[in-house]
Nanobody, 117 residues
Framework: QVQLVESGGGLVQAGGSLRLSCAASGRTFRSYAIGWFRQAPGKEREFVVSISVTGTTKYYVDSVKGRFTISRDNAKNTVYLQMNSLKPEDTAVYYC??????????WGQGTQVTVSS
């Protein structure tokens, strides 16, 4: 089992940056692909980005390509999401999730990101 804890959210002006962290417990962290999702008020949760077990494969939703960068440090059991050039439409609760093989089985509690215009 994997427990995930997100951190790094906050309030930032448009054009600013934040780095989110997803810290995981458990020795099997390196066996999981990790995804970031977000949910804005009144909207469905949406996929943002994912990273493979080895970190070599990454998928980004089009709206964040060129602005967000995902990385992982398996030695620290942590995945990072560097978010640059933030826009008000990036405002949401951001969740990280872990996938062993297919669906995302484990989810964090979320961290709020608010981008002011």
């Amino acid at each position: 089992q994997v427990q995930l804890v997100e951190s790094g959210g906050g309030l930032v002006q448009a054009g600013g940056s934040l780095r989110l962290s997803c810290a995981a417990s458990g020795r099997t962290f390196r066996s999981y692909a990790i995804g970031w999702f977000r949910q804005a008020p009144g909207k469905e949760r949406e996929f943002v980005v994912s990273i493979s077990v080895t970190g070599t494969t990454k998928y980004y939703v089009d709206s964040v390509k060129g602005r967000f960068t995902i990385s992982r440090d398996n030695a620290k059991n942590t995945v990072y999401l560097q978010m640059n050039s933030l826009k008000p439409e990036d405002t949401a609760v951001y969740y990280c999730a872990a996938s062993r093989n297919g669906p995302y089985d484990y989810w964090g509690q979320g961290t709020q990101v608010t981008v002011s215009s």
